[in-house]
């Protein structure tokens, strides 16, 4: 018996992205696509088995989708343009993704997870489990979305917060260390650390705010001084003033020490 599926994304090219990748698993079976939840919502087919779902959709979005569907929900698979550090909260609450655009590798282990499921009906969540998991994720993806506007003499820059680095202090200014640039501020030190605090940044030193999400290891020097490798191979310094920073940074990552 065929495994039922339907996708549902605002972008026609995306659609036929899905519909090409299914494509060359004769098991799976695309019964309908749809350009919006909305038609989605309108047009639902029964006997499904798989959803592929877009997560931004203008006015109702694929985690606001899935709380109006009928129940019992199929598996659910996002379909996403998010960037790395938001696709570790899918890994994280166990739920697959299919990122864009499609690889045919990655759709490969996909299939395969999607017959391993299946083919185990005992063992997939109910629904209220399902959807409390996304309003998790849901939460995460925001934060991890999560945009500053710096201002420069060369104007305003709206930054993903996930492209920082670190932060630094230099003299009168403040210095953000990008994956690709670097962007001077006259802002200081001090009100970066308060507005940042929630997303995972943490200062490190009187001049330095890192982004826990790009420290790869740390490690403990002579006179109880620690020093952190970030995701570029920087090297930042951890005084001892701020050594208790260090506990909120291995619970929130995975990073290796030495």
């Known amino acids: 018996m065929a495994i039922r599926c339907i996708c549902v994304d605002d972008e026609p090219m995306a659609r036929k992205g899905i519909a090409l990748a299914i494509k060359p698993f004769n098991e799976l079976e695309l019964v309908a696509d749809f350009f919006s939840a909305e038609d989605l919502l309108n047009n ?78 005992q063992n997939i969540k109910n629904n209220d489990y399902l959807l409390k998991i996304v309003s998790v994720l849901q939460k995460k993806i925001q934060k991890n979305e999560a945009t500053i506007s710096i201002k420069t003499d060369d104007g305003y820059f709206r930054i993903n917060l996930s492209e920082i680095l670190y932060v630094e202090s230099v003299g009168d200014h403040v210095c953000f260390h990008l994956i690709n640039q670097q962007l001077i501020s006259r802002n200081t030190l001090k009100h970066y650390v308060h507005e940042l605090a929630e997303y995972g940044f943490h200062q490190v030193h009187k001049s330095s705010l890192v982004n826990s999400k790009h420290i790869t290891k740390f490690e403990k020097l002579r006179f109880g001084d620690y020093q952190l490798e970030l995701s570029n191979q920087v090297v930042l310094r951890v005084s001892r003033r701020y050594k208790s920073t260090l506990n909120h940074i291995v619970n929130q990552t995975e990073v290796n020490s030495i």
Not at 77 to 92: G, L, M, R
């Open 44 to 121: 639902y087919p029964d006997n499904i088995d798989v959803l592929f779902v877009d997560i931004e959709m203008p006015r109702l979005n694929g985690f606001e989708l899935l709380q109006k569907l009928p129940q019992p929900l199929p598996m659910v698979i996002f379909v996403t343009a998010y960037n790395q550090y938001a696709i570790k909260a899918f890994e994280a609450e166990a739920l697959d993704y299919v990122l864009k655009p499609i690889e045919e590798e990655r759709f490969a282990q996909v299939v395969t997870r999607i017959k391993k499921q299946l083919g185990q009906p």
